[in-house]
């Protein structure tokens, strides 16, 4: 054997057995925080849920998971935001309902929904409370459709902005009980809170964890809850369907990444979450909240967000919705 030979079969053995590590080395993921972007305020539920899950990931990780809010737009900045961040899997996007229902409110988008980003795991859902001002005429639904049919275009609904998931199920319910109501638009949930309360509107659609401290404190009545189910901190309260409208409307949160991420650090990623939502500790948190916790793995998660932009398309199609 010629020293040429030797040289070069040494070589080729030394990369061989150097080619597991290298592998190992760039494989060693995460090796510093990872960001997730919130398109939220702070203190609503999309926070809570995106802190609790970020706790739990860092915790799993062993690296921080750092909660970015990005609010504005409708949830267009943030998503935006990380539309722009690396595709390594250190940037993370715990978005909700706007995500599926934005390109029908904007003519523009400054990202494409379907192609920048792929979905990781939907983490919960969240039902609303109908609710009423403490003097309200109307006890229960069945009263209050009775008294919004003998006064068409005189009642009306509040939300925290056109095309928000607070006025969309409004107009769902508007539609399928047949009534003639007028939507009236706020910039932030403690207005809309408290003309309620004073009876200058006559109804509101509101997240549970905004209502529930008007409900408890009589200030406001619960007559029902949108989701398919009772929720456990009302559970006195009935579904629309029980109370006779065939109508089942909720918000969700779930957790996407810009797209291109490697498959394994999205599966890791996917793997950990639903570990996260389906640990008995953080689901109780998640359900105290107001959200009902609902795992879903990265392929349900996709065919969910898509079934929701249909469906959404066609509310606000038909409601005549646009952003504000």
Not at 7 to 27: E, F, G, I, V
Request: charged fraction near 20%; hydrophobic fraction near 45%; aromatic fraction near 6%.
């Amino acid at each position: 054997m010629t020293s040429t030979t030797r040289r070069s079969l040494l070589a080729a053995a030394a990369a061989t057995l150097a080619t597991p590590a290298l592998l190992h080395a760039q494989d060693a993921y995460p090796s510093r925080a990872l960001r997730m972007v919130v398109p939220f305020p702070p203190a609503g539920a999309a926070d809570f849920l995106g802190r609790a899950v970020g706790e739990r990931l860092s915790q799993a990780l062993g690296q921080q998971v750092l909660v970015d809010n990005r609010s504005g737009a409708g949830g267009n900045i943030g998503t935006q935001a990380a539309a722009q961040g690396d595709q390594e899997g250190y940037t993370l996007l715990l978005t909700g309902l706007p995500f599926a229902v934005n390109r029908f409110l904007f003519r523009t988008l400054p990202f494409d929904p379907d192609r920048d980003f792929d979905p990781v795991a939907l983490i919960a859902t969240v039902p609303n409370l109908m609710i009423v001002p403490a003097d309200s005429p109307a006890n229960t639904v069945e009263e209050f459709i009775a008294y919004a049919r003998k006064r068409p275009g005189q009642v009306n609904y509040a939300s925290i902005g056109n095309g928000t998931s607070l006025h969309l199920a409004g107009a769902q319910f508007n539609n399928a009980a047949r009534l003639d109501m007028s939507h009236v638009p706020y910039k932030e949930t403690g207005t809309a809170n408290a003309d309620l309360v004073a009876g200058r509107v006559d109804v509101m659609f509101q997240t549970i964890s905004a209502a529930a401290g008007l409900v408890r404190g009589h200030k406001a009545n619960a007559l029902a809850v949108t989701s398919d189910t009772r929720v456990p901190a009302f559970a006195q309260v009935p579904t629309l369907k029980e109370a006779g409208v065939d109508l089942v409307t909720v918000g969700w949160f779930g957790l996407l990444v810009p797209a291109n991420v490697p498959p394994a650090r999205k599966a890791l990623l996917e793997r950990l979450t639903l570990a996260a939502v389906r640990d008995p500790a953080l689901s109780v948190r998640i359900a105290d909240s107001g959200c009902i916790p609902r795992p879903l793995g990265s392929q349900d998660f996709k065919a969910f967000i898509g079934d929701e932009t249909r469906r959404l398309g066609e509310v606000v199609r038909s409601a005549g919705i646009v952003a504000n």
